[in-house]
């Protein structure tokens, strides 16, 4: 990659107990060890958050929550705001991930409210996109991506405090990962439509995600366009973590 910093961000999803802090804790050593080339981040289950982010405030390494409400606050039970994520420590929030628009219904404009609300609590929004099998198949890939894009992006857009994540849905704990080249066009034609929202010289991070492990993190994340990746799987151990973030 070129331009800007790497990002590395591990999305735990619902993995983790107490006992995971330990992992935390390996992954912070280890990435202090690696030098600062490039940026880590885990987003555990937001039981964790807390105590994760102390943790981590000791090796430089990110914190983010997994998912927030639009809202800052209010009778909305179960949920959390992103001041909420801010307050226990997280500096990052991933919004739009393919699991909630599948699970919870999630639709483009409530992506764009969250990534929002994310901005306007100081944190950094990881934005997800990416197209089903069928609509890849079909030749609909970077339509569909540009479409989630259109309605999901926070308004207004703070480039230098937003990320992209592209995730073909099919990729996503399937060990299944797209060529290089269709990760290169699409990962230029979001570079383009950010470059048209934004402007050229936008410092918007985009990153690859899809069943990311050390075997293939090299190639990855060295694709003209790829500034970083999202990895599920492959982040909920040190040792597979550090060595996809030393790759990139
Ligand atoms: C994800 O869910 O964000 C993801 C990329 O998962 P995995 O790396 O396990 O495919």
Redo the contacts with the bound molecule.
């Keep these: 990659t070129s331009g800007p910093r790497p990002l590395v961000a591990g999305?735990w999803?619902m993995h983790g107990l107490t006992a995971s802090l330990a992992e935390i804790e390996a992954i912070g050593a280890g990435y202090a060890a690696l030098g600062a080339s490039v940026e880590l981040v885990v987003c555990p289950p937001a039981t964790l958050l807390a105590a994760a982010a102390a943790i981590a405030a000791r090796f430089n390494l990110g914190i983010g929550g997994q998912d927030c409400d639009a809202q800052a606050s209010g009778a909305h039970t179960g949920d959390l705001s992103a001041e909420m994520l801010a307050d226990a420590g997280a500096s990052y929030v991933?919004v739009g991930?393919?699991?909630r628009r599948a699970e919870h219904g999630e639709s483009d404009a409530l992506v764009r409210a969250k990534a929002s609300a994310a901005l306007r609590a100081g944190l950094t929004p990881i934005v997800?996109v990416g197209e089903t099998r069928a609509e890849r198949d079909a030749g609909r890939a970077i339509e569909i991506v540009e479409r989630q894009l259109a309605g999901s992006l926070p308004a207004p857009i703070a480039a230098e405090r937003l990320v992209v994540?592209y995730?073909p849905i099919w990729?996503?704990?399937?060990?299944l990962t797209p060529t290089t080249n269709d990760v290169t066009s699409m990962h230029a034609a979001i570079r383009a439509r950010l470059d048209a929202l934004v402007g050229a010289s936008a410092p918007t991070r985009i990153l690859y995600?899809?069943?990311?492990?050390p075997s293939n993190a090299r190639e990855l994340l060295h694709a003209p366009h790829v500034d970083g990746?999202?990895?599920?799987?492959?982040?909920l151990t040190a040792k597979d973590f550090l060595a996809i973030a030393e790759a990139a």
């Design positions: 999305n999803k991933i991930h393919s699991e997800c994540a995730e990729a996503i704990g399937t060990g995600g899809g069943s990311v492990k990746a999202l990895v599920g799987g492959a982040s």
